[in-house]
């Protein structure tokens, strides 16, 4: 049998070499870390371990935890917090996205050293308003009017900030020209031959996308953020309005199969292309997706494009340490956006629909026991799996 270290550069063996490096650094910096770097173990043994009945088909992001959730500004330029990355999106029981967002909370507050008795209440409550929102059949959306506390803070914050604010720290001038800022961190530098090809790509999608003449790729860099995602072929592209002489950030990612499609029991539809599926899904799971969605080809790869999201605009639950109650609201409209994507998505090519939903939750009583149970167990052996990983890493790092 394979070890923890073993599978895990199996998995990696086919990306960036040079950013795999720094992916297995991030991961052995704690637990919570870790779990994010490595969605395609917790599949495999919560499909081999199961114990409750789910009959439900949902479209589900597929890596979900407590730092999946962010703000951004959509086509229309309101913000909204929601559920932000769908690169692992497909079909699965609704219950599954649950037991990972369950096992993420765990984690999460080994991690910031919460009391056992504290967390427990924290993932019962998610559950519950989890559950309680899936019965109502209603899919809800959480905009600046509607939130409060630390979660208002953070809309407020991205709703202020202009685009030079967001410009400034990651571009430079040189000669009365903008470009990007390779801290050698976030952003790094792109081989000269490949950014002059990926320019041209990147302008011919733009044309075909928004009509000649609008928009211009300025500059290129490779994009580092993330834990799970770091290894692909990721880039951020500075992109002048020509109109109106503003620039923009825009995210590049590359799209690979979801890591939860060996393990799913259900059929999956048939996709023109990975981005496809990752758009798709993504709009129809979303209240309003972020701003210039689309999908891009450039040799033999698929890329999602869309606004660039710091990575400060995502929701950290250390923000809460040692403040129950502020961490009890976030999780709980983390909960609600759960079950609301899932409701929003219900009833689309072979998905179960909202009266399906509802029955399951309102059975709750038959599978939420054993699924509090796989969570916390599941948590456990997640550390245990981090121990091995970081023994394996020192001992191939020295």
């Known amino acids: 049998m394979a070890s923890v270290f073993e599978k895990i550069k199996a998995f990696n063996s086919d990306r960036v070499p040079e950013l795999v490096l720094l992916k297995y650094a991030a991961m052995a910096q704690d637990a919570f870390r870790f779990y994010r770097g490595t969605c395609h173990l917790f599949y495999e043994d919560l499909q081999g371990r199961q114990d409750w009945e789910d009959p439900t088909r949902a479209w589900i992001c597929g890596d979900l935890h407590p730092e999946n959730f962010g703000t951004y500004k959509g086509d229309n330029r309101v913000v909204y917090f929601d559920l932000n990355d769908f690169d692992e999106a497909l079909l699965a029981p609704a219950s599954w996205?649950?037991?990972?967002?369950?096992?993420?909370?765990?984690?999460?507050?080994?991690?910031?050293?919460?009391?056992?008795?504290?967390?427990?209440e924290l993932v019962q409550d998610y559950l519950t308003t989890y559950t309680l929102t899936l019965q109502s059949g209603k899919a809800l959306a959480v905009e600046k009017e509607t939130a409060s506390g630390l979660l208002l803070e953070l809309l407020r914050n991205v709703a202020r900030r202009s685009e030079k604010e967001l410009l400034k720290p990651r571009t430079a001038l040189r000669k009365g020209r903008l470009y990007l800022y390779p801290d050698g961190i976030k952003l790094l530098p792109v081989d000269t031959t490949l950014k002059k090809e990926l320019k041209a790509a990147l302008d011919e999608r733009f044309t075909e996308q928004y009509g000649k003449g609008v928009f211009r790729i300025r500059d290129i860099a490779v994009r580092v953020a993330g834990t799970g995602s770091i290894g692909l072929q990721r880039y951020a592209a500075l992109v002048l309005k020509v109109a109106s002489g503003t620039y923009h950030l825009t995210d590049i990612k590359e799209a690979r199969p979801s890591s939860v499609a060996p393990y799913t029991p259900l059929e999956q539809p048939v996709w023109t292309s990975e981005a496809q599926r990752i758009i798709t899904l993504q709009n129809r799971q979303q209240y309003v997706a972020p701003a210039w969605l689309h999908a891009f080809s450039f040799k033999g790869a698929d890329f999602v494009v869309k606004e660039l999201q710091p990575?400060?605009?995502?929701?950290?639950l250390s923000l809460g340490k040692g403040k129950k109650k502020k961490l009890a609201a976030i999780l709980n409209t983390m909960a609600r956006l759960n079950a609301a994507a899932q409701l929003r998505s219900s009833g689309r090519q072979g998905a179960s629909d909202a009266d399906t939903l509802i029955a399951f939750a309102q059975d709750a009583g038959t599978w939420h026991p054993r699924l509090m149970r796989y969570a916390a167990?599941?948590?456990?052996?997640?550390?245990?799996?981090?121990?091995?990983?970081?023994?394996?890493?020192q001992q191939a790092v020295h």
Do not use: F, P
């Open 97 to 120: 996205e649950v037991a990972r967002m369950l096992t993420g909370i765990h984690l999460a507050g080994h991690v910031l050293a919460l009391d056992t008795a504290i967390v427990a």
């Open 311 to 316: 990575t400060q605009d995502r929701m950290e």
């Open 377 to 393: 167990g599941m948590a456990k052996r997640m550390l245990r799996q981090y121990e091995a990983y970081v023994k394996a890493y």
